[in-house]
């Protein structure tokens, strides 16, 4: 009774006095007695002496029972090591030989917390041959060490599994996070048609995840009944829901209802952090609302919420969209003052504002600076450098970038290689990439002829495509540059020929070709 009260009061080391005291007056001491102490110094937080009561009670010739195995396998999840409460149940195993659900748990709660996924399915195996039924809690442990688990085809098998033990809406939302997490939000939509037909209560975590999942699949009107659905019941929404609303309807451009449901954030009682600011900028961003993202940029500092780098990325963006390229780049300037460092998303943001205003020697900058930092350029950060360079006339700078896109591995789909002049594929291209590939392409030519090799084939092909995508058939972008940059030569145009079957394929004599390319001045 003494001990019971000193567990209540977390008192472990008035307990072990308690203990003590008791051996010294010679009172019989059993493994209830030491079962009661463990549980003492666990709720005291005292892991290094219940373990050392524990030798002790073995020492003593003391059995084990399930309460002993169950406590110490508590101490071994409090103090994160899985082997060791692995160890004690198999022990149990061999002692007790009848290990109870509880033992389970305990033990799959500390493989959950170790994120040891196999040994939490050889658990689950080793349950069912025991004839031990899963519960609630035996899933939310499983589902929990699931989130390591590289093999999709398993997790979803073992899931699926699972939900057969689920009977109460914890257990449905624990699947659920798992199934956010991977973004997989059908299927979270699936668990939720299962709740209803098992008629079970949704709890505030369930509604959460059910009104994301269909923002996320873009059924918005759906989300918004059960976000309705969740107000009607008396609950309130937490700050994640809003954030997740904003986010979503930033997503579906529909940034009016991204700020309806931050200002409802505002009235609900929650005070918004740096993700509502930011998905909230970002939306407004995507629906091309760059004053009012900068009203909210101004409005979250003044609220004193740290932007993070998202949320600069997402203010850049929002001014190149609107055109206030000198506003991004005192927005890019701001986020270097703050200690952050830029990534790929703010340079190719700031080099397609600069893109948009002709700045190509700005651009150029900022492609130099941001390898310098170690940021590595991407597809988008390329077509926006290369547009900005063949519009300004700079072919000859547009085609060493392109070269060095092709030696980091992107647009390598054109085929570069001197020895294959016969024809060159630019259908996969943008219309700057086209023309600075086109000219590697002629240049490679040049060289070759004055190093006196022929030409593979007695006419060269160009392929643009024909525009089969375009709103208009035939009105492909890429062929519209090629032929105008073909027509356009400091001395002639290029002399070609279209086949009647295929607009987007440009045919011309070698050598023709030849006697052109050494007469253009923009191939020197």
């Not at 369930?206 to 969740?230: P, R, T």
């Not at 609107?322 to 943001?349: R, V």
């Not at 390329?382 to 000859?396: C, E, F, P, T």
Request: with cysteine.
């Amino acid at each position: 009774m003494l001990l019971s009260l000193c567990a209540t009061r977390k008192q472990s080391q008035r307990a072990l006095e308690l203990f003590r005291a008791a051996q010294a007056e010679g009172m019989q001491i059993n493994t209830f007695t030491y079962n009661a102490l463990l549980h003492v110094l666990i709720k005291g937080g005292t892991p290094k002496e219940a373990e050392a009561v524990y030798k002790e009670m073995l020492e003593r010739g003391l059995s084990p029972s399930n309460h002993t195995y169950g406590a110490m396998i508590a101490i071994m999840d409090a103090t994160r090591r899985p082997d060791k409460a692995l160890q004690l149940l198999h022990e149990c195993n061999q002692v007790v030989k009848e290990p109870n659900l509880i033992l389970y748990n305990k033990t799959l709660s500390a493989l959950a917390n170790s994120k040891w996924w196999k040994e939490s399915l050889q658990i689950l195996d080793e349950m069912k041959e025991k004839g031990i039924q899963p519960d609630n809690v035996s899933v939310l442990y499983i589902t929990r060490a699931l989130a390591r688990c590289p093999d999709d085809w398993t997790v979803g098998r073992t899931l699926q599994n699972l939900e057969r033990y689920a009977s109460d809406a914890g257990t449905y939302s624990s699947l659920m996070s798992y199934y956010a997490r991977a973004g997989k939000w059908e299927s979270i939509i699936e668990l939720h048609g299962r709740m209803e037909e098992k008629n079970i209560r949704l709890t505030t975590r369930v509604y959460n995840n059910i009104v994301v999942a269909y923002g996320k699949c873009g059924k918005l009107d759906k989300a918004l009944n059960y976000f309705n659905q969740l107000k009607d019941s008396g609950q309130t929404p937490d700050a994640v829901l809003f954030s997740s609303l904003i986010d979503c309807f930033g997503k579906a451009k529909q940034w009016e209802k991204s700020v309806q449901y931050f200002e409802e954030l505002v009235l609900a009682g929650h005070k918004p952090n740096v993700l509502h600011y930011t998905a909230l900028i970002s939306s407004l961003e995507k629906g091309l609302q760059w004053q009012k993202a900068l009203d909210t940029f101004q409005k979250m500092k003044d609220a004193g919420v740290q932007p993070n780098l998202i949320t600069y990325n997402a203010l850049i963006s929002a001014c190149d969209k609107g055109g206030q390229t000198d506003k991004a780049f005192l927005i890019f300037d701001e986020l270097l003052s703050q200690g952050l460092a830029p990534d790929t998303i703010s340079y190719s943001a700031l080099i397609c504002a600069c893109e948009k205003q002709g700045k190509w020697r700005a651009a150029l900058r900022l492609y130099v600076d941001m390898q310098k930092r170690g940021v590595e350029p991407n597809g988008y950060t390329y077509r926006s450098l290369l547009d900005i360079l063949v519009k300004a006339g700079q072919i000859q700078t547009a085609t060493e970038v392109h070269r060095d896109a092709y030696r980091r591995g992107i647009f390598c789909h054109f085929d570069m290689d001197t020895e294959k002049l016969g024809q060159i594929d630019l259908h996969k291209a943008s219309s700057a990439g086209a023309i600075a590939v086109l000219v590697s392409w002629l240049r490679g030519i040049k060289r070759s002829h004055m190093v006196g090799k022929s030409f593979p084939e007695p006419e060269a092909l160009i392929i643009t495509g024909w525009g089969r995508r375009s709103e208009e058939l035939g009105q492909s972008k890429v062929r519209e540059a090629v032929i105008d940059f073909l027509n356009n030569s400091s001395k002639q145009p290029l002399p070609f020929k279209t086949p009647g079957y295929n607009r987007g394929r440009f045919l011309v004599d070698a050598n023709i070709l030849r006697d052109w390319i050494m007469k253009d001045a923009r191939l020197t």
